[in-house]
């Protein structure tokens, strides 16, 4: 089964060099040799997070940073705006309500980007607003929200500034201290490509200093906590930290400022033109709007008359390809193609000439060879 | 470094073939390959907490298993009762505080242990106590808690027993069923000897009944959501699982199997009766008293006249050899020997060669091999 072939939204093939560091042996956590690794580790994280401030490493997934990002800086009774237009919008909606946060949603149709001037009219109208949270790369539809601008909107306001960059950062553009963001939280498994298990969060001033007045009711997330054994000597973590992992996400961090940020997110910018065209010459169509669509994962409608076992079925029992399907109300209606990490023409080319195979396969009366045609042309 | 010897209350010496097993490819969390390897470690968890309910893995250190268990069984304003001996007793008491959960502390000395009689008069008193904590084995101090007898006197009370065999699971007697405990959380990096950056919790189905009617104000920790995804077909975890770690348990957990339950439990006892033999002969005292010495970690009071700098400096930076210190107040006081996992009489026979010689060469007038011949007739 080691060669299948994962184009999934995460997680995403993890580089051999990757996988080696992180079989260096276990060392104690509490000395010196870790706490310089974990030091690099996330003055690395910082640089591809484009901020001066600090970042902390917690042994989670990447909804383990939403929770402890928005459960440490909005308290119990108080108001943050989600915007919702997908899964894990929702998702930062069902963390608020699970902690006693007057959670207020912004709606967005699914397949849709949320706009600056939404984000501006909801906190116009309401003023006891003291966090948004927005997501930046949508994977559950495939799109990506302009968090550029919104923050272009949210510096003129006091409420801060949530975004989960678990699917976009180091595949899409984002500059945490340019774009004003208080709190910017990742995963390890995404564009990073490191393996899962790991999820990173930054705070800015301002987020500190609302964290320092809330009383978070979450104990190993507890980021104030974080903040203080990060500043010891050796830096440490509150709680034993999954230390391989760490070794992998360094080596996976160092690969990435190799590249340059720049390059790698032009790199990604690339495979989505190269997908969205050859989804559209083997006749298929895009689930979101071509202009809001994600760097790192293309949504696709179901093809007609065509169910999703017999589609993402045959790309990976006859094809060796893992594509993953839709999720929620959208299961069975889309399917996500996802190019993140370590994503070239190579992998491209064998996704195409596979899913041109399959829909031909299937009786779709097209030119199998049509994708990967359209694809090379963006190469 | 790599040859440093990790004599820790963890993380301790992790098998090469458990290495080995980290570093495979990462598959999708949500397929069916995936849903096999998690179905057969959580079935091996079970063996191994010597349990007939189902295991859960949870991505997080053991203090996350330690939330999960608490803030899922007992609501807000719910009375607890906390057997505090210790740092990792005394944990219980702070998550229990950072979730509203009404705190009752039953405090023990450190370096004694609870007796089921000190359980029974509390549950006597107060039939409000919904829950009780007790910590298996307290690292902080090195002493273990009758775990079993306890059960004897929580099995005639509806309260919920919860235990926390963070460091004692593999390495001292456990069996969740027979000792009548309700909730049993551990962690991946102790006696099981896999990385650290997992935990693992089992639930009665007393504590699944309860655990249905409080409302956590957890998401990550959800426990309720870890059996519901536990039960799909292809098995999965709510949240992105760490797919390596997991490899890297299961192998660790077969390993566990094939030694033998029993034989294992028996060579961690074997090596703290040679430890304590051979702390004694070098002329040091044992921290706690030596009937409820811990069977996988010894605390040993600081010579006299020596500082921790010196003695596990040097047992570090000459000898190559990492002992612990002591926690909160008791730094600077003891020094912890941890005998976990992959233990036998070759690392005790480097650690007491090595502790003779550190001592011998500060000053102390002793025979240096005194320790390490005491040591010897364990075996």
Not at 20 to 29: E, F, I, L, P, W
Not at 114 to 129: C, K, Q, R
Not at 145 to 158: F, H, Q
Request: aromatic share 6%.
């Amino acid at each position: 089964m080691d060669n299948i072939l994962l184009m999934l939204p995460g997680p995403t093939t993890v580089d051999p060099r990757v996988l080696q560091a992180m079989g260096k042996s276990v060392v104690n956590h509490r000395g010196d040799e870790f706490g310089v690794i974990y030091d690099e580790t996330t003055e690395l994280m910082s640089k591809t997070f484009q901020t001066k401030n600090s970042s902390y490493i917690l042994t989670g997934s990447g909804t383990s940073a939403m929770e402890a990002a928005l459960a440490n800086l909005v308290g119990k009774d108080e108001k943050v705006l989600n915007v919702v237009g997908g899964k894990f919008g929702g998702r930062f909606k069902e963390i608020a309500d699970v902690h006693g946060i007057n959670a207020q949603t912004l709606d967005v149709e699914w397949g849709t980007a949320v706009t600056p001037d939404m984000v501006e009219e909801a906190l116009e109208a309401d003023e006891d607003i003291k966090a948004v949270t927005v997501v930046h790369n949508e994977t559950s539809t495939g799109v990506a929200a302009p968090i550029e601008e919104i923050g272009e909107v949210m510096k003129n306001y006091d409420a801060l500034y949530i975004v989960d960059t678990v699917s976009s950062l180091a595949g899409d553009a984002v500059n945490v201290d340019k774009f004003h963001i208080d709190a910017c939280v990742t995963g390890s498994q995404k564009c990073i490509a490191a393996p899962p298990g790991l999820a990173a969060v930054t705070f800015s001033d301002d987020a500190w200093a609302a964290a320092e007045k809330v009383e978070s009711n979450s104990y190993y997330l507890n980021m104030p906590k974080y903040q203080k054994n990060g500043a010891k000597s050796p830096a440490q973590t509150p709680y034993t930290p999954s230390v391989n992992l760490i070794y992998a996400l360094k080596e996976a961090l160092e690969i990435i400022q190799a590249e340059g940020l720049d390059n790698r997110v032009a790199r990604h910018h690339q495979a989505a033109a190269a997908t969205r065209d050859a989804v559209k010459a083997l006749g298929l169509e895009l689930f979101p709007d071509e202009s809001v669509s994600s760097a790192t994962v293309t949504a696709v409608k179901m093809p007609e008359g065509l169910t999703d076992d017999q589609v993402r079925g045959t790309m990976l029992n006859k094809y060796g390809v893992q594509l993953a399907g839709g999720q929620d109300h959208l299961k069975g209606n889309i399917i996500r193609i996802g190019h993140m990490g370590v994503i070239s023409y190579k992998e491209l080319a064998i996704t195409f000439t596979a899913l041109g195979l399959t829909l031909k396969g299937l009786g779709k009366d097209i030119d199998a060879g049509a994708g990967v045609a359209a694809l090379a042309n963006h190469y």
